[in-house]
């Protein structure tokens, strides 16, 4: 999968930058769009950490969140 929870917060964090821009701001609508398609994009994710945890870490990852460590090697406790 190309784009990862952090490229979201690259997105974000380049919205918020624009909207500050003080020779050409970002129009507050198309902010307000980004911002609406990034809470569905974690929202997805929380979807995919609760489905992780119910499987007791037992499952492929779709790579939308990532990780250096085996989910199987995490404690509960860091899954939830």
Known sequence: MKNKMTDLRD???ATLEALQDPDKPMEIERA???ADVAKVLVDSAKVEVAFIVAMDG???TSGFIESKKPLTS???ATRQ
Do not use: G, T
Request: proline share 8%.
């Open 58 to 60: 037992d499952v492929e």
């Open 74 to 76: 995490l404690p509960v």
């Open 32 to 34: 307000k769009a980004i």
């Open 11 to 13: 997105h974000l964090f």
